[in-house]
Each structure stands twice: as C-alpha cells, then as structure tokens.
C-alpha cells in the first residue's frame, strides 16, 4: 500500500472494551489517526453514552456513542478491530472475528503464549480458543516487524515484557550474557493494574508507599522466558519482581546479569546502538546517562541505558517506557499502522 495520502483509504476501526485505561487512549489516537476511521467504541457499563462526553480530551471532536454489540453483530461494523478485553474475555471476540476474515489486535494475553499447558498455568483456567495460538503473532514491532505484516491476529505485549525484552534483545542476540543469571526488578505505575473498583488501588493506599507484588510468578513471567527462550534459543528461566509506585502511569526495569564472555562496556554499548539505530521510537542513551521517566510518558518511546559493575562483574540493564503507551496502546497503533502497510510512526 502507498504511502501517500491520495492512495490510502481509511480503515473502519473498532475498539473493544473503549472504557478503561488503555481503551480510552486507543480512542484518543484513533480519532486523530489520519488512516482511521473509528466507528465503533463499546462498553457494557458506557453503553449509549457519547464518546467526547466520556472522555474529555475529545471533547467536541466525536458524535460517537458507545454501543455493547454481539461479536456477530460486530463483524460487518469495522474491517479492523483493537481488543482491550481482559484476558480470557478477548477470546469470546477475537475467536468469531478472525473466522470472519477481519484483522484483530488483542491487547489481553489471550494470545501471547503458543502453549495452552502454560497459559493454564499462569492464568488458573483453560485456554478459550488454543486453536488459534499457532495462528497469532507476538507483536512486538522490533522483533517481529516483517511477520506482524502479514498477519491478521496481533497479540500485543505486555507492559513488562516490553520494557524487559527491547532491554536484553541486543544482549542475547549477539550472545554476550548468560541466560541462567538475569535478575529483573520491575516498577509500575497504578494505571497498570486496569481501571477497576479495588480497595488496594485506591489513593490512600498506594501514596507515599511502594511494594513488590505478584512474587514468585506473576502472570508476564511467561510471556518474558518464552520470548527471551526464542531469542536465546535455549530454555530460559529469570528472576522478575514487578512492583507498584504511587504514580499514574510509567514503567521503570532493572535488569542485572553475567556476561557470557568478556567485552568491555563500550563494545556492548556499541551492540545497542547498531541493534536500534533504525528503531524509530528505541533511544540508546550514553554510558554517561541514564533513562528517565519523564522523557517517555505520554509516548511510544523506550530508553534503554547499561552500566558494567566491576565489582561484581555483572552487566546492569535499565530501561524505562510509559505502560499505556509502549506498554499498550501506542505499541499496538505501531503494529497497527505496520499491518496495514501505513508509514510506522503515522498518529504516534
């Protein structure tokens, strides 16, 4: 498809489950995406309410009105459709959509893991639809760009992986650290945890305050070894500790791990930067900086920064991404925008 702005037709889009967190954003990009035409948003609790009514940064700019359709009456509604359901729920749509012959991008873990014994046990139920495991794609733009392409079930990331798998993808691929010693230390902003009524994420409880959760196995874990198991061609089992900070929105991972083989800190820096040079939204910083929050939020960027630590001989991994955005929302338009043949960066 061209790129030109004459040749390209707006796609007829519908967003799943438009009223949480990541919905709500995803509704924020498509109605200003310039190869978007968003026509559908449902919401069982929203329904009938108007879109700009709803979410006040679109205000004036949508007469939409949120709908709660039948996954078969959804089939001739849209062409494309985003599914920011949880997990376990996004099958229910994904399942008669994709028969249908529309593309899906699913935002939940439905689709993330191509084992139904390990999403079983990850996720304490049955896979709702393991036929389609093998029929997904992982759709992490930097490491499966070309199949996201041809593919019409995206099964987006998690936010953890992101900031953990673009962080060690220039290490393993060039085979400079020893998969048995990662260590990961995660922190998360509230909004990850979804937009829900739960007494532990209300304000009282998560200011001034911060805590590990989720240990030993929380459910990205899976996600994490089986990605970093393909990379490294080998099993792959690491040490994760996801934990929640009293911000809005953000994402922050440590990751610690022995070399494979000496290289000097310059040499790996150099991997880094050769590994994204062409990475629109990955942003090596110098050995002399560090990553910051505050330069990612609100966007589809990662950055990425390493440390040697002499004394103990262990390479140190920072990186750090908005979960909303690279962790959901804006990665998934970026797949979105590659799916359909769109310039990568267009609305983002």
Known sequence: MSSTTQSIQPIRTSIIGASGYTGEELCKILSRHPYSHLNVVTSRQREGKRLDQEIPGLFGQSSLRFTNPTPAELISQADLFFLALPHGVASEYALPLYRAGKIVIDLSADFRLK?????????????PAPELLQESVYALPEFYREQIKTKSLLACPGCYPTSILLALLPALQNNLLDPETIVINSLSGVSGAGKKADESLLFCEVNETAKAYGVPQHRHLS????????????????????????????????ITCKLSQPKSIEVIQAHYESTYANEPFVRVVALDQMPEMKNVVRSNRIEIGIRWDRRTERLMIFSTIDNLGKGAATQAIQAFNLRMGFPETTGL
Do not use: C, D
């Not at 084992?115 to 896979?127: L, R």
């Open 223 to 254: 996600e994490i070894e089986q990605e970093l198991s393909f990379l490294a061609k080998r099993s792959v089992k690491v040490t994760f500790i996801p934990h929640l900070i009293p911000l809005h929105r953000g994402m922050w991972s440590s």
């Open 115 to 127: 084992s139904a014994e390990t999403y079983q046990e990850f996720y304490q139920h049955p896979h």
